[in-house]
């Protein structure tokens, strides 16, 4: 792509210029691995209440590569992207497709839209509580 040729070197040559001390690989993996575990774990007890039992791990893989598509999509949180994937991959592993898509909606309800909710009440409480207008957020 024309826009990227300039980009390309420089960052290719930052990128394999850096280096990071392994302590500091390791708890980069860890902040990333913890919260898609225990979004797995998620996915677990959503399936055990439908009366379905799956290893944690295949529910992990399956947690990962949806989000990730999800991401690639552009879509905001990967909306619609990633419950198809979902979905899609849980099928795959010998769920009824009913089953799945039931599953991966109430999970998204659990941890995505959930969080998103409060989120939005937050902002809805300090919006009011505060002048938005006056206070200066960013100096």
Known sequence: LPPLKGLSSGFLETFYGTSFPKSVL????????????????????????????????????????????????????GIGSMEAVASLLLTSLGIAGVT????????????????????????LYISRKYDMRAERLFK
Request: no cysteine; charged share 5%.
């Open 26 to 77: 390791a708890k980069s993996f860890l902040v990333t691995a913890v919260p898609w575990i225990l979004d797995a774990v998620v996915l677990y007890l959503v399936l055990l209440s439908l009366g379905l039992e799956m290893p944690v791990i295949a529910l992990a893989g399956v947690i990962s590569i949806s989000t990730i598509i999800g991401v690639a999509s552009s879509l905001p949180g």
């Open 100 to 123: 799945a898509v039931a599953a991966i909606l109430i999970f998204r309800a659990a941890t995505f839209w959930f969080g998103s909710l409060l989120g939005a009440l937050s902002f």
